[in-house]
């Protein structure tokens, strides 16, 4: 019953801005902490951000801390990801995640969306 479904990637050039959002059913969405992972082309799946139940408390992989925000609109159901700067190692599938705690690396996470495909050329 639980679907997150993950939108908003695409190809984009080094530099460039890019939005992902996550739409959430079938769960409470307020008691659920919220994440995003990717996983590049030829490795694991790796953290990237994650966002408490109400957005006051965020974290970030050090790889993208200051170039991406999460966020989430809970009247919404939906988190989003901001990702600016873009780079080409950004590139990789982005999963969506639910979990009912704060996502970091080591979580691994209750619920996942499909994926979207993010490139970034160079």
């Known amino acids: 019953q639980v679907q997150l479904v993950e939108s908003g990637g695409g190809l984009v050039q080094a530099g460039d801005s890019l939005r992902l959002s996550c739409a959430a059913s079938?769960?409470?969405?307020?008691?659920?902490?919220m994440g995003w992972f990717r996983q590049p082309p030829g490795k694991e799946r790796e953290f990237v951000a994650g966002?408490?139940?109400?957005?006051?408390?965020?974290l970030y992989a050090d790889s993208v801390k200051g170039r991406f925000t999460i966020s989430r609109d809970n009247a919404k159901n939906t988190v989003y990801l901001q990702m600016n700067r873009l780079k080409p190692e950004d590139t990789a599938v982005y999963y969506c995640?639910?979990?009912?705690?704060?996502?970091?690396?080591?979580?691994?996470?209750?619920?996942w969306g499909q994926g979207t495909q993010v490139t970034v050329s160079s």
């Open positions: 995640a639910a979990d009912r705690n704060m996502m970091r690396g080591t979580t691994k996470p209750e619920y």
């Open positions: 079938g769960l409470t969405f307020s008691n659920y902490a």
């Open positions: 966002i408490s139940w109400r957005g006051i408390t965020s």
